[in-house]
């Protein structure tokens, strides 16, 4: 049984940082895709960011303020948020395997979710 448990959300005032943080146990991940979603209120979830063995997606509204990181040995995937706007205000999904394909994502399993909250 994968699990993924996130941590690291809460609320920050514009401008600031969170880390997000992604534990993934139930089996090997290392040739897996991993990812975040984020879905805010009254709107689609849609993909933030990716990571595949050959490629490193991030989508357009946080490029250059986000970045993802893996770490294969603790089966973990992170999530570096930077110079927050409250439209970032959502709640952030942690996913991992299925398919992935240049910025296209259709996962297996997801986490249970973790709020972040970006005040002006």
């Known amino acids: 049984q994968v699990q993924l448990v996130e941590s690291g959300g809460g609320l920050v005032q514009a401008g600031g940082s969170l880390r997000l943080s992604c534990a993934a146990s139930?089996?090997?991940?290392?040739?897996?895709?991993m990812g975040w979603f984020r879905q805010a209120p009254g709107k689609e979830r849609e993909l933030v960011a990716a990571w595949s063995d050959d490629d490193t997606y991030i989508a357009d509204s946080v490029k250059g303020r986000f970045t993802i990181a893996r770490d294969n040995a603790k089966n973990t995937v992170h999530l570096q948020m930077n110079s927050l706007k409250p439209e970032d205000t959502a709640v952030y999904y942690c996913a991992e395997g299925g398919t992935y394909y240049e910025g296209a994502y259709a996962p297996d399993y997801w986490g249970q979710g973790t709020q972040v909250t970006v005040s002006s």
């Open positions: 139930g089996r090997t991940f290392s040739t897996w895709a």
